[in-house]
Every structure is written in C-alpha cells, then in structure tokens.
C-alpha cells in the first residue's frame, strides 16, 4: 500500500473507534439499548446494517472464487446460506419476528414453548446452539480478514504468521468499538460503511467493465469446461483435477446443488436463524417496518455481485497467480491480488477501507449478537436472574471478548474459508434447521422436541468440524440429509413423547404472532375474527405468492449487473426486466397489505 492508502484506512479505525466512544453512555444505560437500540433505529438504517452485515470479506472472496473456477452457475452454491432470505423476510416472517417483543431468538422460545421446565430447555439449546454458530462464523472471518490483509501488508515474518497477525490486529480493533456501542453503534457504523461499500463495488465494476475486451470475453470458460454464462447447473463436472484441492470434492455438482437449494430454502422457511437478522428484526419500530427491512435487505447487496463478477473476470483476463506464499494453489487469494493490481493509490486505500468496513460490519453485528445469547439466555437466566442492568452490561463486554477468543481459536486451525463454511452452513446448519422450521408452522410442537432436535443434531455436527480441521471432509450430499434426519427423527420422538405445550401459551403465541400452517386447534380458540385470520397480509396464499415474486425480484437483480460487467448486455436486460415486473406485481400484493404503523410506546 501507498502512504496514502494507509492514511486512509488509518482514518477510518479512528472514525470507528470514535463512533464506539460516542455511544457508549447510551449503550450502557440499559440491555434494550445495548442489544436493541431502544426500539429507535429506522428501519432504512437497520436494513443496511443488516445487509452490510453479509457483506463480508471472507464471503465475497468466496464469491470471487465461486465465479473464477465455476462461472454463472456458481449461484447455485449461494442457495446454502438462503440467499433468497428477504422474499421471506419482507413477505411475512419478518413481522412475526417482530409481534414476538423479545429481545433475543432464544427468549423466543419462552413465548412459544411457555416458561416450563420444556420452554427453558428449548432456550437454552438455541441459545447454546446460536454462540456455537456465532464462533464458527468469526472463526471464518478470522480466517478470511488474515488472507486479504497479509496481501497489502508486509511484515517479514513467515507467510502464515503475516496472515495471523494481520488478522489479530484487525479483530482487535474491531472488538473495541462492537464492545463499547452495542447494537446502535454497529448500525450507525455500518450505514456509513454501507456508502463507502457502494462506492468501491461501483469503482470495481467500472473498472472491470472496461478493461475486459472481447477477445478476453471470447477466452472464458470455467474449469469444468461448460459455457461461463450459463446458469444451468451440471449433473458431474469433468476436468475436477484442474480444480485448488479443496474444491475437488465439488465433482458431484448436481448433488450439491439439491443440498444447497434444500437447505437454503428449509433455512428460509425457518426464518431467521442464530445469527445478527433475528435481532434487526426485533430492534424495529413495528411489524410493518420490520416488513421493510426485509424488503430493503437485498438492496444493498446488488452492487456486491457486480463486483465480485467484476474481480473475477479481471483475475481470468490478466492470468492472476493464484499461488500463495507457501507454494500453494489458492483460488481465495485472488480477489486482493486483482484489487492490488488494478487499482491505483487513494482509489485502493477506499477500495480497502470498503471491504475492511464489510468485513468489521459483519464482525460486530455477529460477536453483538452472539454476546446478548450469552448474557441474556445462559448468564442471566442460569446464573444470575435477579442481576442489575449495570452488571449485564459488564457481562456482555466479557461475553463479547469471550467470542472473538473462542472464533480466533478456530480461525487459527482452518487452512481455508471453504471449510469453515461448509462445515458452518452445511453441518451445523443441518442440526438446527428442521426444529427451526417446525416452531413456526406446527402447534404440536414442544419445547422438548426443538431441544431434542438441536442438541442430536448439534452432536452429530461437532464431530464433522474436528474432521474437517485435520482434512477429513465426508460429502456434503451425504451429511447434510444425515443430519437433517436425525434432527427430524428427535424432534419428533421428543415431542410426542412429552406432554404438548399449554393451550394459554399456545393461544397467546398465535393471537400475537398469527402464524399460518398446521395451528386448526389454536386458531379456533383465539378469538381472532374471520377478517383479521382471512385478510391479505395474513394469508399463506398471498405470503407464497409474495415469497415467488420477491425471489424473481431478488435474482434478477443480483444476476444482472453480473452480466452487464461481462458485457453479455442481452441477458442483463432480460433479468433486469424480470425484477423489474417482479417489483411492480408486488406494490399491489405486498406493499398495500402491510400492517398499519403503531405509535412508539412512552417508554421508547
């Protein structure tokens, strides 16, 4: 880096770091603001810290090499971490979440499985279930953060010690800001993180626009020697040798993509998971906001595939070395070797600052998140139930510190993002993801069946990560359906081998939620009348109808910019075409059936 790019990134820790100063007193006052910002946030602003929240730098490396080794049809693998997330969100899972008036995923639980012996157990499962998710997830970022920042900075040491230390130093600074502001200053740092993110997506995407010429574009085939462009997932790919080690277990690819696509959409109907989305959802206004932040969700992602499409295609023209420092081939590393070769001082140094931003953003929304599980549904009910906010507070600053060691610990065992992922989205996803669904839509349902489910299929994932880490890596098209039917299978004996929730709870979960599915039994008893059970914003019909427009909507806005950086102009037409229709139906069967503004509370 330039000294100009370092200035740069240099001022905009301090911004950071200042932000977190600022609101501290605030934060500190009470665990509604720390977690939650006090019900203030506008929902526009939650809506980008949540979508910046996934803009993180390990995952768009991940995104460049998708593109880079298997071209369009890399999409398909995006399907496991439910990248269709905000047709489900805004179309109706987003307002559940937020008639629920909790402050964390887990203290869901209390309302729907009751405040017995059952309900607690379920919280505790998904509460411990939630920080295991969260530590994995920084571990990735560990892992991610270390490989693109050792590319810019030099320090003499062995290639894997840089990578190391260029990792602490980051997660060090970021850890002081997330432990300082809580939520709200995580959201005011990611909308202005958001900007910058726009502005180096836009600069990338130009720039790679530009430089690709038609005979590079003629050249471009991916490894497994089908069309680039094509989205059309293949059955088996056929030069797997050509493929970075570990991408070869991809050689089965039409199995993966069930997997992926199962997975993604189980996860979806699941709604929002362990992860920071619960808690954007929760820290809204009202129900119809929270519809909002769904809707705007995926927004600020569009810029995001026209970037990582963009690297990747400038990474195959200019015939980037993706050899690492250690003699090995390494597909990940390609994104921050293209950014250092084509951007130049000042315009690099934003460009940075950007993606350090994507990647601090989704750090502290994750250790944020994973902090108020540890205090709020083990610490406090467990340990300390009659605790005051001010020693909440302390705990949550060593839940926070607690987070970052335990993910560092698995950042420093992983040899790459891939694994880590996987074994994230695939194997631990898979223990938790038929409960998650079953919650929602099955009143039968107890607390002793989701605790069941989780914790079989929690023990059956552990063991896949300690394979993973010392290279032993089963198929995911065989541990994922695995897992799923273990889970199943005890949630079901656990549920139906204990006795049902009670009917108070129940009622009073559906009267304020109003969830669709198998509720006949509780829906006859809960007083609601026939227009408020049959109006627009509560069917299932329109919600399904809702969930195909947005999915239409959400995809043909993320593959069109993608293909306009390739030049394939034709097909950019068409998909923007396809979103744009998608968008103008859904004014008339979502926008107009949202629920109505409430009035904030004295309180907030």
């Not at 989205?231 to 970075?244: G, R, V």
């Not at 631990?428 to 038929?434: K, Q």
């Not at 198998?518 to 627009?536: F, K, M, N, V």
Request: contains cysteine.
């Amino acid at each position: 880096m330039s000294t100009l790019d370092a200035a740069i990134i240099l001022l905009f820790f301090v911004a950071l770091i200042g932000v977190g100063v600022w609101q501290q007193r605030r934060a500190s006052k009470s665990l509604d603001n720390y977690f939650l910002g006090g019900h203030r946030i506008h929902w526009l602003a939650l809506a980008m810290s949540g979508s910046v929240s996934t803009f993180d730098i390990s995952g768009t490396m991940w995104m460049v090499t998708l593109i880079y080794l298997f071209g369009m049809k890399s999409v398909w693998n995006h399907w496991m971490w439910g990248f269709m997330m905000a047709a489900f969100f805004m179309s109706y899972m987003g307002k559940w979440v937020r008639r629920s008036r909790v402050m964390t995923g887990a203290e869901w639980m209390i309302t729907r499985f009751g405040d017995q012996a059952d309900g607690r157990a379920a919280r505790y499962a998904y509460a411990l279930m939630a920080v295991i998710t969260l530590v994995g997830l920084t571990g990735y970022g560990f892992e991610g953060i270390g490989k693109f920042s050792a590319e810019y900075v030099k320090t003499g040491l062995d290639p894997e010690d840089n990578i190391r230390l260029c990792a602490f130093v980051v997660f060090g600074i970021t850890t002081i800001y997330t432990l300082l502001g809580g939520l709200e200053a995580v959201v005011i740092t990611n909308v202005l993180q958001t900007c910058i993110l726009v502005v180096a997506s836009i600069v990338i995407a130009a720039i790679a626009y530009f430089e690709l010429t038609p005979e590079i574009l003629a050249a471009l085939t991916p490894v497994d020697g089908d069309s680039f462009t094509s989205l059309w997932p293949k059955w088996q790919l056929d030069n797997i040798e050509a493929l970075p080690s570990g991408y070869q277990g991809y050689h089965m690819f039409g199995l993966l993509v069930v997997a992926w696509v199962a997975k993604g959409f189980l996860l979806n109907l699941g709604g929002p998971g362990q992860m920071f989305d619960f808690q954007m959802f929760l820290s809204t206004r009202d129900p119809r906001d929270a519809a909002k932040v769904g809707a705007a969700w995926s927004a600020f992602l569009v810029v995001r595939w026209a970037m990582v499409m963009g690297i990747a295609l400038l990474a195959i023209g200019a015939g980037i070395e993706i050899v690492d420092g250690q003699g090995t081939v390494d597909a990940e590393i390609v994104m921050p070797r293209v950014l250092a070769k084509y951007l130049g001082p000042g315009v690099l140094g934003l460009v940075l600052a950007g993606l350090l931003a994507a990647f601090m953003s989704t750090f502290a929304a994750t250790v944020n998140s994973g902090a108020s599980y540890l205090v709020r549904d083990l610490w406090q009910p467990i340990f300390r139930p009659h605790a005051d906010e001010k020693h909440l507070v302390r705990a949550s600053y060593v839940a926070t510190i607690s987070i970052v060691v335990a993910g560092t610990l698995i950042g420093l065992y992983a040899s790459s993002i891939r694994q880590v992922w996987d074994w994230i989205m695939m194997a631990l996803g898979a223990a938790f993801v038929i409960p998650n669904v079953f919650r929602w839509y099955w009143w039968r349902f107890n607390g002793t069946g989701y605790a069941a489910g989780t914790l079989v299929g929690l023990a059956g994932a552990m063991p896949l990560l300690f394979m993973s880490l010392k290279g032993v890596e089963p198929p995911i098209y065989i541990t994922f359906p695995a897992l799923c039917g273990i889970s199943l299978i005890a949630s079901i004996l656990g549920t139906y081998l204990s006795r049902p929730t009670d009917e108070t709870t129940l009622v009073n979960f559906y009267r304020n939620v109003r969830p669709f599915g198998w509720w006949g039994p509780i829906r006859s008893r809960s007083g609601l009348t026939a227009d408020e059970l049959q109006s627009p914003g509560e069917s299932a019909t329109y919600a399904a109808l809702n969930v195909g427009l947005a999915c239409l909507a959400i995809f043909g806005a993320y593959v069109a910019p993608m293909y306009l950086v390739g030049h394939w102009h034709w097909r950019a037409l068409c998909w923007a075409a396809v979103s744009v229709v998608a968008i103008i139906f859904l004014k008339f069967t979502w926008y107009e059936h949202l629920p109505k503004s409430e009035e904030l509370s004295s309180e907030n």
